[in-house]
């Protein structure tokens, strides 16, 4: 098992700064990109060529070496595999010049958050995938991960990983089990609740317990929620607003509750067996890392053959181990049975299908709509 997860070494959650910056000197959103993103994919083949030498962008500590070494054993040439993403607003940054000029990043396969394949998908920055190339993509991606808001058929996108964000605590602490979203806004536990700064994932849970499907919500449902966690926040509820750094404060009875990752727990657990993880009975938020191909990448066949290898169940067995998150492949679950039935039976790594269809992926919201968002996040955090 990994000593840490990719989530607790650094946060996904992107800098609110940089974001509006980013907004505010593009060209997002113009006519120009979203006849763009209407223009409908045609059908493209993306012919068998040696892999050469390409390079697979990921973030830090997500994935076990051996898989790259075995692929290039077992396809020849060779993955320059870098772990040069930290965040997903830092990396956009970094290459978005690039991507407004049509011109390559230098980078075949980039592994980034929903909420950033929505404004990569939308503004064509990444080139269609040749589905004949991923016949184990077609047959073992999970079916609740099938059609995404921002990527109806897959046509750009492939999950590298997922994870749940619900609630996580300690029950000798709140002195009975917690079942619910509301729990998290229970004056029991006022002042020794956290809650996470992101909007995506806060606003999103909140607006469960408000009887709303997130990845449907409108913006003003969104910001609904939002009030909602302000007037707790205003009461006292919350000890703090978090990223990833709720952990040792969980983990040594500071706070009692935490809106929380599930891989997150895993690892806590190791340290502190009290603490559990719930999904709450309203459901869950979900998010998930996808591979994708930036536009004008040299090596789309290689891109495709890598994304292909890592849907082989036992491929994919080895990354979960090691991850500890939620694999979108197949079968996975019965393979890593046979070398680590303590994983294979944990419902934070391997949910139950009925626990799968209750996790929630994040809204495709326009930039305009995510601005508004999360400006009315910052009012509350403070940020």
């Known amino acids: 098992m990994a000593e840490q997860t990719r989530r607790r070494f650094l946060g996904r959650t992107g800098s609110l700064a940089l974001a509006y910056a980013l907004a505010g000197c593009g060209i997002e959103g113009t006519l120009e990109k979203a006849q763009k993103a209407a223009t409908p994919i045609p059908e493209v083949t993306h012919k068998k060529v040696p892999l050469g030498n390409w390079t697979f962008s990921n973030w830090p500590l ?22 040069d993403i ?14 407004q000029a049509g011109e390559s990043i230098g980078r075949d396969i980039v592994t980034l958050t929903d909420y950033m394949c929505v404004k990569w998908v939308r503004n064509r920055y990444v080139e269609p995938l040749d589905k004949k190339n991923l016949p184990n993509v077609v047959n073992n991606l999970v079916d609740n991960l099938k059609s ?18 619900g609630i996580g605590y300690n029950p000798k602490k709140t002195g009975r089990e917690l079942n619910s979203v509301d729990d998290l806004f229970d004056p029991a536990f006022k002042g ?30 969104i910001l609904a929620a939002i009030e909602k966690i302000q007037k707790a926040a205003d009461a006292g509820q919350f000890r703090r607003f978090t990223g990833n750094d709720y952990s040792t404060d969980l983990a040594k009875g500071n706070i009692w509750v935490a809106h929380a990752y599930s891989g997150d727990i895993v690892q806590l657990q190791s340290d502190n067996p009290d603490l559990k993880f719930i999904y709450p009975d309203e459901g869950a938020m979900l998010f998930t890392d996808n591979m994708m191909i930036p536009a004008k990448a040299e090596h789309m066949y290689a891109a495709e053959t890598m994304m292909n290898y890592v849907y082989e169940p ?37 949910p139950s299908d009925e626990i799968r269809a209750k996790l929630h992926p994040y809204p495709a919201l326009s930039e305009t709509d995510e601005r508004t968002m999360k400006e009315a996040m910052a009012k509350v955090t403070g940020a």
Request: aromatic residues 10%; without cysteine.
């Open 86 to 99: 930290n965040d997903n607003d830092e990396f956009y940054g970094k290459v978005r010049q690039q991507l």
């Open 192 to 221: 020794r609740v956290t809650m996470l700064n992101e909007a995506y994932d806060s606003a999103g849970l909140t607006l469960l317990s408000m009887g709303v499907n997130p990845t449907e919500a409108s913006i003003d449902q």
């Open 314 to 350: 036992e491929v994919a067995a080895t990354l979960a181990i090691y991850v500890n998150y939620l694999s979108p492949v197949k079968g996975v679950q019965e393979v890593v049975e046979k070398s680590d039935p303590e994983i294979a039976n944990n419902p934070l790594i391997f």
């Open 62 to 83: 997500y994935i076990d070496k051996q898989v790259i070494k075995d692929f290039d054993k077992q396809f020849g040439g060779h993955v320059k595999y870098v772990e």
């Open 148 to 165: 995404v808001p921002y990527d109806k058929e897959r046509e750009f996108t492939v999950p590298w990983q997922s994870g749940a964000v």
